[in-house]
């Protein structure tokens, strides 16, 4: 386990359990929504022991274990403090992978700065609802040239058994690849997680990050749901730009 990779384990379940604190509920128990904040504790715990191991006992005095005593079990604890437990939870993990980011080079921030880059800029790159990816494509590959990366677009080929895969926009010096989706009718999003699976089988042996830009036109519901179960891939991040 090296410390760029549990930086990415780390990531990806802070950006999970944030989705879970941010989720506003429908159902008249406002609370109802945090009831899997157990999960996100004994994340942190198990990722917070790998990074002791790993880097000594400045990680270890930094991050402690979670202890939250008969609070573990949510059917024995008032429903009032799950919000709390979750936040804590969340709270930890994003400061577990902060420290991380620190501690792996320059590759992890430059990742992110990027991604931050696309979240902050896609949608108000984008004036007319886009009617294909490309439209989508277009718009990132200007706001990456208007910050003067270097990246490639639609250029690598990555073999796997007898297909060939195509990243939209790679960036060699990175160990990034970045693929757009559009989400333009309901029945398109689970035609997407089928083709996100896909391609991480492809990408992920050549690309140390992969990251899926998915440009929703307002169909996609539940982000959380849609995202977890493609993030708990490490080196794989989904960003969801609702248009």
Same mark, same amino acid.
């Given at each position: 386990?090296?410390?760029?990779?549990?930086?990415?384990?780390?990531?990806?379940?802070?950006?999970?359990?944030?989705?879970?604190?941010?989720?506003?509920?429908?159902?008249?128990?406002?609370?109802?929504?945090?009831?899997?904040?157990?999960?996100?504790?004994?994340?942190?715990?198990?990722?917070?022991?790998?990074?002791?191991?790993?880097?000594?006992?400045?990680?270890?005095?930094?991050?402690?274990?979670?202890?939250?005593?008969?609070?573990?079990?949510?059917?024995?604890?008032?429903?009032?403090?799950?919000?709390?437990?979750?936040?804590?939870?969340?709270?930890? @993990?994003?400061?577990?992978?902060?420290?991380?980011?620190?501690?792996?080079?320059?590759?992890?921030?430059?990742?992110?700065?990027?991604?931050?880059?696309?979240?902050?800029?896609?949608?108000?790159?984008?004036?007319?609802?886009?009617?294909?990816?490309?439209?989508?494509?277009?718009?990132?590959?200007?706001?990456?040239?208007?910050?003067?990366?270097?990246?490639?677009?639609?250029?690598?080929?990555?073999?796997?058994?007898?297909?060939?895969?195509?990243?939209?926009?790679?960036?060699?010096?990175?160990?990034?690849?970045?693929?757009?989706? @559009?989400?333009?009718?309901?029945?398109?999003?689970?035609?997407?997680?089928?083709?996100?699976?896909?391609?991480?089988?492809?990408?992920?042996?050549?690309?140390?990050?992969?990251?899926?830009?998915?440009?929703?036109?307002?169909?996609?519901?539940?982000?959380?749901?849609?995202?977890?179960?493609?993030?708990?891939?490490?080196?794989?991040?989904?960003?969801?730009?609702?248009?």
């Amino acid at each position: 386990m090296d410390v760029e990779t549990l930086f990415e384990m780390a990531a990806a379940a802070a950006r999970n359990a944030e989705r879970m604190c941010s989720t506003v509920s429908t159902t008249t128990l406002f609370y109802e929504g945090y009831g899997g904040y157990p999960a996100y504790a004994a994340e942190y715990n198990r990722l917070a022991k790998l990074a002791a191991e790993l880097l000594g006992a400045e990680a270890q005095d930094l991050f402690p274990q979670m202890d939250l005593g008969t609070a573990w079990n949510p059917s024995g604890t008032r429903g009032i403090m799950w919000k709390t437990y979750a936040e804590f939870a969340a709270a930890r @993990l994003s400061a577990l992978a902060a420290y991380l980011k620190t501690k792996g080079g320059r590759k992890p921030r430059e990742q992110d700065e990027i991604i931050s880059l696309i979240e902050a800029n896609l949608r108000p790159a984008i004036f007319v609802d886009p009617e294909n990816e490309r439209q989508v494509q277009n718009a990132l590959e200007t706001i990456f040239r208007a910050r003067g990366l270097e990246f490639r677009r639609e250029t690598e080929t990555v073999p796997y058994s007898s297909k060939r895969y195509v990243p939209d926009f790679t960036f060699a010096n990175l160990g990034l690849a970045v693929e757009v989706k @559009l989400c333009g009718r309901a029945s398109r999003e689970k035609d997407m997680i089928d083709e996100v699976n896909a391609d991480i089988v492809g990408y992920r042996g050549a690309y140390e990050r992969v990251v899926f830009v998915i440009y929703d036109l307002g169909f996609i519901r539940d982000i959380e749901t849609f995202c977890s179960g493609i993030e708990d891939q490490p080196g794989v991040q989904v960003c969801v730009i609702k248009k």
